[in-house]
């Protein structure tokens, strides 16, 4: 995947890598799971409580899908 995708939780303070290299899009997840059916990828706003380093406000990237 050659074309930048937007990763959300970098725009979020709630933790997590400040590198958007080491983040996900969703349409990188939907490339990753090519090969698997019924496939299913939506992002989800989700507050963190994680430990004083995954707290707030954050976006997911969630998957289902068949292999």
Not at 34 to 41: L, R
Request: proline share 1%; hydrophobic share 35%.
């Amino acid at each position: 995947m050659k074309k930048k995708r937007k990763k959300k939780q970098i725009n979020y303070k709630s933790g997590g890598p400040n590198d958007e290299n080491m983040l996900y899009s969703k349409d990188e997840v939907i490339y990753l799971l090519k090969d698997f059916s019924e496939i299913k990828v939506w992002e989800e706003i989700i507050t963190l409580n994680e430990g004083s380093l995954h707290k707030g406000e954050g976006i997911v990237i969630r998957a289902l899908a068949k292999k």
